[in-house]
């Protein structure tokens, strides 16, 4: 089938559709947007139709036009980033002002992340390369009366292009900047006689990282992944289909995404040579293997259906990383092993759709296991400047090892009813318990003298164990008036009471005590939204207002202590959210598309303070603080021409760009005397030109990423004491070719 070209970095040989929905293309030869059909409300439905602010990025092949990351598909959905300051194997999602920076292995993320429906916990399992997809879709606003899991800020659900009886695939080819190397793929087609069909997938990339470690002189944020998914599609019946799933997927590395210390250091005055060079003592490395497999069993009884999703998912994440980004053996190395094993079971039951009531139930169990061990060590050596040693007067030997289990239970349901041909009201609601428990260890060691015993810290609650469980319940629902004015003009207001649950703070710096709890956030959204058609669908134009009443917010502290930096868990701060989004996507001709995206975004933390837990006294104030992550306005314009050749086949020139306002990476800290810790505002900009041959099956792509080299920060975080910092730049301009054969 034909599609319309990439508009925007990440959509490859499909068509990128961040918020908007094409329209229905008729038998004239009037230029027309396509209909793009999503399930975000586990029913087949047009973009344009679903009274939610939803988006949907559609092709086969994102990474010809240099999509590599989650991040990299965002361009063109409206406030929403994934930045990936920790590497690939962790996009750090914010949807409307709501993310969260907390790299604890037990965080739960505001933003669920999906994969075929089956809830990814883990906050290191949603950075998988894009490969042979049907679809991304990305819901903002609170969600959990129609998906597995309750979150705040709203839902990413990562859609595997499925097995069909009809022989296909494809075969990619890719070299880019920094010797990338790219070997993606996919054959799928029918295995017994229209009862059983099956699809491989696979996917290789190889990349050198953009920094230098000059101490090795090597490349530093390497990049290695692999994956393969397998799946089978079986008729047992005709009311009855299953499809079976297996995934793999490993990432190797060395630093996050090249992450490099600011300020001067030490009584040496040490300072990090200029530019994306480092030197680094520890040889770094991280590996993730992330396993799993899902049974989707679709059930007709009658008119109404009965889904069923087991899944179960091993993820094992290992890193050793230097402590203090310098050369000297200060605050050592930290050796952190991570396993995550969840088994997840989802039942629902829908009635039939075509009715004026329409409802779906059903019920969500989800388990969680997670095995931390993180150890720090200092070798043992001199003093930065050669004077003295390095094992007096601080923490040699650090480990803090805990066994994390979550139990989740939920049933939630939705109702949609005609109270007219042109007025929908649509409702949901939901239960959910959930119980965490925690089994933690803290042994810290230090020495007395150079070349003395390691001995446990003397102070109260520096070692030992703690054990800890709670439990939360909650109800959380949202109401969805609706109406059609027209065919082609549709309006809706939305309301939703939304819960993230709660956990336990693990950035312990020193004691047992600093252990806590950490209540659920609450937050009730206002959405006023607008979807609509113009000039015989050839004009898309959606909007939406919203309004976000936030309390209990989970927030983040980052701390150093010792040297050695904390990211703490902490809540009971309120904030405020105002924002609008605007999506536009145009066809005049049958050659040029075009697209825009404008967002605005209002935030606010209207009661914020830090308050010590034993003494109440409040330590610091930052009410007024925007929220992290959050620029205030971000601007995307693209464009592809389609220039039919003489010889057959065509060419298709694409390019986009993209502003974005100021925003911070602390929620506590946003002086203009730290310009460290936010990053002003910037323009990227993007390149593409495709062959297609006459009948599509071949077609070459070029492209250049950050045409303009422009050097920006996706994060900045302290080192130590004021003036001292670590920071990630974005990617710089790069290039890649890469050849797709179809079948």
């Given at each position: ?34 209909t ?49 300051p ?5 996009p750090r ?5 709501l ?53 705040t800020?709203?839902a ?12 296909d ?12 190397r790219?070997?993606?793929?996919a054959l799928?087609?029918?295995?017994v ?27 530093y ?10 799946q ?52 770094e ?16 009884i009658?008119?109404?259906r ?14 050793l ?8 053996e200060?605050n ?25 009531l ?9 388990h969680?296991t ?5 150890r ?25 090892d ?15 009813y ?46 030992g164990?703690r ?9 959380t ?5 609706e ?6 003009l ?10 993230r ?39 898309t ?14 927030v ?13 868990l ?6 405020k959210v ?14 040029l ?10 935030t606010?933390?209207?009661d914020?303070?830090n ?10 104030d ?5 929220f ?11 464009a ?10 065509k060419?298709v ?11 911070y ?6 002086s203009s005397?730290?310009?460290?810790l ?7 900009a ?21 045409l303009t ?24 301009r790069?290039?890649g ?7």
């Amino acid at each position: 089938m034909h599609q319309l070209h990439p508009l925007a970095k990440g959509i490859g040989l499909g068509l990128l559709l961040a918020g908007t929905s094409t329209a229905h293309a008729d038998d004239s030869t009037t230029p027309a947007l396509k209909t793009v059909t999503v399930t975000a409300q586990h029913r087949e439905e047009t973009l344009q139709e679903v009274p939610v602010a939803v988006s949907a990025v559609q092709g086969t092949s994102i990474t010809a036009d240099g999509v590599r990351a989650m991040g990299d598909i965002t361009t063109f959905i409206p406030n929403a980033s994934a930045k990936n300051p920790d590497g690939d194997g962790r996009p750090r999602w914010y949807i409307r002002g709501l993310g969260t920076g907390d790299t604890g292995a037990a965080t739960v993320y505001p933003v669920g992340i999906y994969a075929d429906d089956v809830y990814l916990n883990a906050p290191v399992a949603g950075g998988g390369p894009l490969f042979d997809l049907e679809r991304i879709e990305v819901l903002r606003g609170p969600q959990g009366t129609l998906y597995g899991k309750n979150t705040t800020a709203g839902a990413v659900n990562v859609i595997s292009k499925k097995p069909t009886f009809d022989t296909d695939g494809f075969g990619t080819i890719g070299f880019g900047s920094k010797n990338e190397r790219i070997l993606n793929g996919a054959l799928g087609g029918t295995l017994v006689d229209e009862r059983l069909a099956g699809r491989v997938s696979l996917y290789s990339e190889e990349r050198d990282g953009f920094t230098h470690n000059l101490t090795n002189d090597q490349t530093y944020g390497d990049v290695n992944k692999k994956a393969v998914r397998v799946q089978f599609l079986a008729r047992l019946n005709p009311d009855l289909e299953a499809l079976w799933k297996l995934h793999g997927r490993q990432f190797k590395g060395d630093g996050s995404s090249g992450s490099l210390p600011l300020g001067t250091y030490y009584n040496v005055g040490y300072q990090r040579p200029q530019g994306r060079r480092i030197e680094l003592n520890v040889d770094e490395h991280s590996k993730l293997d992330h396993d799993g497999t899902s049974l989707t069993l679709n059930w007709d009884i009658g008119d109404y259906r009965l889904t069923s999703i087991t899944a179960y998912d091993s993820i094992r994440q290992q890193s050793l990383t230097d402590a203090d980004y310098t050369p000297y053996e200060v605050n050592g190395a930290s050796d952190t092993d991570n396993r995550y094993d969840q088994y997840s079971q989802e039942f629902r039951l829908a009635s039939p759709q075509q009715e004026t009531l329409r409802w779906m139930l059903g019920t969500h169990y989800f388990h969680e296991t997670l095995d931390s061990t993180d150890r720090r060590f200092v070798t043992p050596g001199p003093t930065p400047n050669g004077t003295g040693s390095n094992q007096i007067g601080g923490v040699d030997l650090s480990s803090l090892d805990y066994t994390h289990k979550t139990d989740s239970y939920a049933l939630f349901g939705n109702l949609a009813y005609d109270l007219s041909d042109n007025f929908t009201v649509t409702g949901g609601l939901r239960w959910t318990t959930e119980k965490k428990s925690i089994d933690l260890d803290l042994a810290q060691l230090t020495r007395t003298s150079a070349n003395g015993p390691l001995v446990p810290l003397g102070a109260a609650g520096a070692n030992g164990n703690r054990d800890e469980s709670k439990r939360w319940d909650a109800w959380t629902y949202d109401v969805t008036p609706e109406y059609r004015i027209n065919d082609n003009l549709r309006v809706f207001f939305r309301y939703a009471h939304g819960f993230r649950s709660g956990g336990f703070n693990t950035g312990l710096s020193s004691n047992l005590a600093q252990l806590t709890t950490v209540d659920p956030e609450q937050l009730d959204a206002y959405e006023l939204g607008l979807k609509s058609e113009w000039f015989d669908h050839r004009l898309t134009v959606n909007a939406n207002l919203f309004y976000y009443d936030y309390q209990d917010i989970q927030v983040n502290l980052l701390t150093v202590n010792s040297g050695v930096l904390t990211t703490a868990l902490t809540n009971g701060a309120k904030g405020k959210v105002k924002g609008a989004e605007l999506e536009i996507e145009g066809q005049p001709t049958d050659y040029l598309h075009l697209r825009a995206a404008v967002s605005f975004l209002d935030t606010e933390y209207t009661d914020f303070k830090n308050v010590n837990p034993t003494t109440g006294e409040v330590t610091a104030d930052y009410s007024g603080n925007s929220f992290v992550r959050s620029p205030r306005n971000v601007v995307s314009l693209g464009a592809d021409y389609t220039i039919p050749l003489a010889i057959g086949g065509k060419l298709v020139a694409g390019a986009d760009v993209s502003f974005r306002d100021k925003e911070y990476f602390l929620a506590n800290r946003q002086s203009s005397a730290e310009p460290t810790l936010s990053q002003p505002h910037y323009t990227l900009a993007n390149s593409r030109l495709t062959w297609f041959s006459a009948d599509e099956k071949l077609s070459v792509t070029g492209f250049v990423n950050n045409l303009t080299d422009r050097r920006y920060q996706v994060h900045g975080r302290p080192n130590g004491p004021q003036g001292q910092y670590v920071l990630t730049y974005g990617d710089p301009r790069t290039v890649g070719l890469s050849v797709t054969s179809r079948f």
